[in-house]
């Protein structure tokens, strides 16, 4: 397995981040959940190779009914393990894939990474630049009943919205990821701008 890259408190300003791959998923069909895989492959400018959200365009069903002709800015979708965990002390069973998502990371916050954010994976070349967060939807409360309101909320203090159910990405260079690859994230230049969802 390859070893958790190690996070240090300049690790932002020398723009580059850590953690590994705990799964990956992909589904040829539309599913709400996606089946774990060996490895998947990522197509430059389309997404993973095989998976129903792959494409230039749209292709999530919501989006197509809205404009079919938009830009695909999920064309990868990452979410981070640790989530898991706290849901699983909120009563929810989640595993890898439950939720959608291609890939799985642990010891990286990608809630947290800037909009343009490059992750690089293991060795294999692939890279996708990080384009926003998921929007979660209703169909999270048809997987498990009360889940929706544990990965969307609103800050206490701002009362904004605050979406935790991972983030989007296109995909820059092509490459197979597989678990235990390391994913080091490369910060844009400043001024850096928040993820929104897309």
Same mark, same amino acid.
């Given at each position: 397995?390859?070893?958790?890259?190690?996070?240090?408190?300049?690790?932002?300003?020398?723009?580059?981040?850590?953690?590994?791959?705990?799964?990956?998923?992909?589904?040829?069909?539309?599913?709400?959940?996606?089946?774990?895989?060996?490895?998947?492959?990522?197509?430059?400018?389309?997404?993973?190779?095989?998976?129903?959200?792959?494409?230039?365009?749209?292709?999530?069903?919501?989006?197509?009914?809205?404009?079919?002709?938009?830009?695909?800015?999920?064309?990868?979708?990452?979410?981070?393990?640790?989530?898991?965990?706290?849901?699983?002390?909120?009563?929810?069973?989640?595993?890898?894939?439950?939720?959608?998502?291609?890939?799985?990371? #642990?010891?990286?916050?990608?809630?947290?990474?800037?909009?343009?954010?490059?992750?690089?994976?293991?060795?294999?070349?692939?890279?996708?630049?990080?384009?926003?967060?998921?929007?979660?939807?209703?169909?999270?409360?048809?997987?498990?009943?009360?889940?929706?309101?544990?990965?969307?909320?609103?800050?206490?203090?701002?009362?904004?919205?605050? #979406? #935790?159910?991972?983030?989007?990405?296109?995909? #820059?260079?092509?490459?197979?990821?597989?678990?235990?690859?390391?994913?080091?994230?490369?910060?844009?230049?400043?001024?850096?701008?928040?993820?929104?969802?897309?």
């Amino acid at each position: 397995m390859a070893k958790l890259a190690e996070r240090s408190l300049g690790a932002a300003d020398k723009g580059f981040t850590g953690g590994v791959v705990t799964a990956v998923s992909s589904n040829g069909t539309y599913s709400f959940t996606k089946p774990n895989r060996d490895s998947i492959t990522l197509l430059a400018g389309l997404g993973v190779d095989g998976d129903v959200h792959a494409g230039v365009t749209v292709k999530h069903r919501s989006r197509v009914a809205q404009d079919p002709t938009q830009p695909n800015l999920r064309q990868v979708h990452l979410m981070h393990e640790e989530l898991f965990t706290e849901l699983a002390g909120q009563g929810h069973e989640v595993r890898p894939g439950d939720l959608g998502e291609n890939v799985t990371t #642990r010891g990286i916050d990608l809630l947290a990474l800037p909009t343009g954010t490059l992750l690089r994976f293991g060795d294999g070349g692939a890279v996708v630049e990080v384009t926003g967060l998921r929007n979660p939807c209703l169909q999270i409360d048809a997987f498990q009943d009360g889940l929706l309101k544990r990965v969307v909320g609103r800050d206490p203090e701002s009362g904004e919205i605050v #979406r #935790r159910a991972g983030i989007m990405s296109v995909v #820059r260079e092509g490459g197979v990821v597989r678990p235990g690859d390391a994913v080091h994230a490369e910060l844009p230049a400043h001024p850096h701008t928040p993820l929104e969802r897309v």
